[in-house]
């Protein structure tokens, strides 16, 4: 599974850019203009439908200037989800650190992965495919993945701590691993008009089925 500021994103906007270099100030404008152009192009068609060409023109500039900013597609697309990665993680990690009851926790920690599933589905999608041939990519989803899943599984062993939620089996790494995967999986399929309840009514279901696993109630 790829990764999972708490605020809603206009889902007219790309991420903001990531500056990768030091450079003058028109640089940095083209490269943001081709992330906006990628932005576009994945709400229209899947990532193997879109070409150098189309991204250049996309931020007016040509193909062979293209090559000044990126290397390749696949780096424009990659720049767009390292961005996009801070948004996920601040989606899980901000509730849990938020101090309310257990109920209104978990709540949000789901509404806010599937906000981001219906904002950035397109780029979501992608990176998917994109990580499975991308070493360095696939590496860096996985590190934040796996800070994801640790605040998750910390938030769980306190709740055990305090008596509030039953000790385990199962471990709490292996059960926020098994519920951070839930969510990821029902965002996809959402993002692709397969959510059969609705928003509230996913969230609500998805809530349920936390509170079972972690507290033994509903």
Known sequence: M??????????RTPPATVRRRRGPRKGDLKEAAILEAAWRL?????????????????????????YFYFPSRDAVIGALARRTSEDLSMAVLAPLSSGRPPREVVQSVVRNLLDRWQTHGPLLRSMDALAERDADLRAFWHSITTDIVAAYAAAIDAERARGTA??????????????????WRAGHQMSLGQDPGGGERLVETLAVVTMR???GDG
């Open 166 to 183: 039953p000790a385990g089996p199962p471990q709490a790494l292996d059960l926020a691993w098994a519920l951070t995967n839930l969510y």
């Open 42 to 66: 994945l709400a229209e068609k899947p990532i193997t439908s879109i070409s150098i060409d189309e991204l250049a023109a996309g931020a007016g500039i040509s193909r062979s200037s293209f």
């Open 2 to 11: 790829p990764a999972l500021e708490i605020g809603q994103v206009d889902d």
């Open 213 to 215: 696993a972690v507290y």
